[in-house]
């Protein structure tokens, strides 16, 4: 043991939520990292590489999530999780548009 966890909040603004479509996203972006990635919502904590785990979260628009990485690229793999969580807005925006 001994790592350090790098811990970021970030709040979901996609108005649909982490429907199935921005969940995929963010599990595919952790799958791309060695650390371990955990995501919390209101005390419950998963598995931020599953995406039934991802999907259990049912984080609606607004809703503060913690994004919890452990391991040898803790720091980049949270500064990308979190711009992934971001970039749902936009493809809520872009959707919303067609």
């Known amino acids: 043991m001994g790592e ?9 603004p996609n108005r649909q939520g982490l429907h199935a479509r921005p969940a995929n996203m963010f599990v595919k972006a952790a799958l791309q990292f060695q650390s371990q990635v955990d995501i919390s ?5 998963v598995s931020g590489k ?3 785990d991802v999907m259990t979260l049912a984080a ?4 503060e999530l913690t994004i919890i ?10 500064e990308t999780l979190v ?4 970039r749902f807005v936009e493809e809520d925006e872009e959707e919303a548009d067609a």
């Open 4 to 12: 350090d966890s790098i811990i970021r909040k970030v709040i979901v």
């Open 60 to 63: 609606e628009q607004g809703t």
């Open 83 to 86: 711009e992934v969580v971001k």
């Open 69 to 78: 990485v452990t391991g040898p690229d803790a720091e980049t793999a949270a």
């Open 50 to 52: 599953s995406i039934l």
């Open 41 to 45: 919502r209101d005390g419950l904590v």
